[in-house]
């Protein structure tokens, strides 16, 4: 209840977002549907987006409906039914659907440092026998969303070089949730450990030690091998002047710039970049190479 009470403005401004859908654009009433592989429910997704969509609202006089697809089928049907204009999404999904999206709209996303790797990190708390991987047998365990190649594919691969099987080993496990809920939910003993993006620390406890939470209650058991950062792709049947002007307003964000950066850090982004599919493609075959040779 406390945590809906402390949302209620955002239900609020969600609820008229969606009630109040126009646009002055060339062309009249044009609604830009961008699909985001949610690690959150859609209230707590439209809070993290919204000054990205209010920008590109203002930027493009276009408005903007937030879909959360819930797994790989909803996000293939959604946008071959053409109800998906634009998707963000990890590596892992767009390899199945890269074939839906148009070939000349890809943007790369950069991380808070201007790179373009992600990773995840399993944590626990700091009074807890939990210190290695190994350790997680018989626990309870929150991973990412089963769309997420930083906190699902990666540490699953994380769990099975350490010999753990997921589905024999642990006491139960359960996927989805925004770090920020999983971490309390963590310490609170709901869970023995969870999987949270690698920049939790900077961009989470900023706001828990507001309620008393502090990084001292949790300790990084492990982390996962790096995977490329998400991207941003527009489907095959999306208006190309669309397309443009949206990508013109997303290319100019300068994580550097303070005004800028009140866009990027809700949506724990540092950026976006041009890229090509044959770029992306080369980048994800690579880094699975340079993470296999790791291995041995």
Known sequence: MKRLLNNL???????????????????GNNIVRLAISPCMDKVASFEKFHPLFTYLKQ???????LMNPHDLDDFTRDIKSGLIDFALQDPHVY????????????LR?????GGTSQF??????????INTVKDLAGKIVIFGSELSSAKWFAVKELLEESKVDIDKDLKSYSNGGGCEDVTFNVILKAADAAVVCGHFREDHFGKQKELGVSAQQIKVIAQTKPVPTKIFTAALNTDKKIVKAVSDALLKLDRNNKAHGKILIPAELGGFKRTSMEEYDNDIMNQQADNNTLKH
């Open 9 to 27: 403005p955002f239900v609020l401004l969600f609820s008229i977002f969606f009630i109040n859908i126009s646009s002055t654009a060339e062309g």
């Open 59 to 65: 930027e493009t006089g276009l408005d903007f409906d």
């Open 95 to 106: 390899q199945k659907l890269s074939h839906l999206y148009a070939q000349d709209s890809l």
């Open 120 to 129: 995840g990190v399993i944590i626990a708390r700091n009074d807890s026998d």
């Open 109 to 113: 996303t950069l991380n808070s440092e």
